[in-house]
Nanobody
Framework: QVQLVESGGGSVQAGGSLRLSCVASGRIYSRYCMGWFRQAPGKEREAVAVISSVGGSTDYADSVMGRFTISQDNAKNTLSLQMTSLKPDDTAMYFC??????????????????WGQGTQVIVSS
């Protein structure tokens, strides 16, 4: 079992930055994919960014490409999402997720072995 705990959410004005963190604990395998998802009120959950433990390959949603950066610190079992040039449309609950398949295709489609509880991001205009 793996526990995921997110932090770093908050309120920021448009154009600002936030850094989300997700600390993983428990039984962590060497091959996995981790990622960030978000869900705004009245909308479906969507994948934001994912990263594979194999080679560190990443993928981003078109809406955040060039503004968000996903990274991982294996020594600290921490996944991060650096968010810059934030827009009101980025307002959502952000969730950390982990999947035991190093190929991130399954996670990108929303299938994960573990989910965090989420951290709220509010971007005001």
């Amino acid at each position: 079992q793996v526990q995921l705990v997110e932090s770093g959410g908050g309120s920021v004005q448009a154009g600002g930055s936030l850094r989300l963190s997700c600390v993983a604990s428990g039984r962590i395998y060497s091959r996995y994919c981790m990622g960030w998802f978000r869900q705004a009120p009245g909308k479906e959950r969507e994948a934001v960014a994912v990263i594979s433990s194999v080679g560190g390959s990443t993928d981003y949603a078109d809406s955040v490409m060039g503004r968000f950066t996903i990274s991982q610190d294996n020594a600290k079992n921490t996944l991060s999402l650096q968010m810059t040039s934030l827009k009101p449309d980025d307002t959502a609950m952000y969730f950390c997720a982990a999947d035991y398949q190093a190929n991130c295709g399954r996670l990108w489609r929303g299938s994960a072995n573990f989910w965090g509880q989420g951290t709220q991001v509010i971007v005001s205009s």
